[in-house]
């Protein structure tokens, strides 16, 4: 993964060069800390920006703050939900596509907010779309990566706004997942989240090479760990 740091200051200067020229900055972000950690982001960062969250991610975040006792640090979230917008109504929905920063589930633009919102920024080559999350194959996010449309209500719909991707992820990279399983003495290793094509191959091999027993489970198929 990018050194976390940089790509957060890359983000911010493509938000603030967006607001510069009169758009909106759209990010789908996932519900369940994404949508969190995106909203805190910009709140430590960038305070004066006019940032309005609608989707899935409210509900989450209410509960999280419900269960301080779960989160790392539960004054920041606190502060940071208080200080951005959240949509309720359609006259917030309108209100929010005059803002600064829309963050909307879904994250991978397979419905939610996120597409109704897009249906109508569409129209001002000023705004933009920031992706922050994994884009699954077949998914509206990778369509609109890799080929500039994204289906809205089932039609599919040329995109012709700037698009583009950071790695916020929190899961494990190559070599944490190497160091784990080498301090837990891991006799066996199952690999079961990982993009298959590109991050897998290189990930069972070295764990192979330093004498982990590697599984590679497929959906669909049964397997015995003995």
């Known amino acids: 993964h990018p050194d976390l740091d940089l790509e957060t200051d890359k983000f911010l200067h493509h938000i603030e060069s967006i607001v510069d020229k009169g758009g909106t900055a759209l990010i789908p972000a996932f519900a369940n800390g994404r949508t969190q950690d995106i909203v805190m982001k910009l709140h ?18 209410k509960m999280q703050m419900e269960h ?16 951005c917008k959240k949509v309720s109504s359609k006259s917030d929905k309108k209100k929010a596509l005059e803002s600064d920063v829309i963050v909307s589930t879904s994250g991978m633009m397979d419905g939610g907010p996120s597409i109704w919102y897009l249906n109508r920024l569409r129209m001002d080559p000023r705004n933009a779309i ?11 996010g990778r369509k609109l990566l890799d080929e500039g449309h994204v289906p ?20 494990a990279g190559h070599s944490d997942i190497v160091e784990f399983a080498e301090k837990c003495q891991a006799e066996t290793v199952v690999i079961y989240h990982t993009d298959p094509n590109h991050a897998r191959p290189p990930l069972v091999e070295e764990l192979e090479s330093k004498g982990h027993i590697v599984h590679t489970p497929i959906n669909g198929e049964s397997k015995i760990l003995e």
């Open 44 to 61: 430590k960062n960038a305070p004066y920006l006019d940032v309005h969250v609608d989707g899935m991610g409210k509900t989450i975040a």
């Open 68 to 83: 301080p006792e779960t989160l790392r640090d539960p004054t920041a979230l606190r502060k940071a939900w208080s200080w």
């Open 130 to 140: 920031l992706l922050t999350g994994y884009q699954a194959s077949g998914s509206g």
């Open 152 to 171: 809205i209500w089932d039609k599919r719909t040329p995109i012709d706004l700037e698009v583009s991707q950071f790695s916020f992820s929190t899961h």
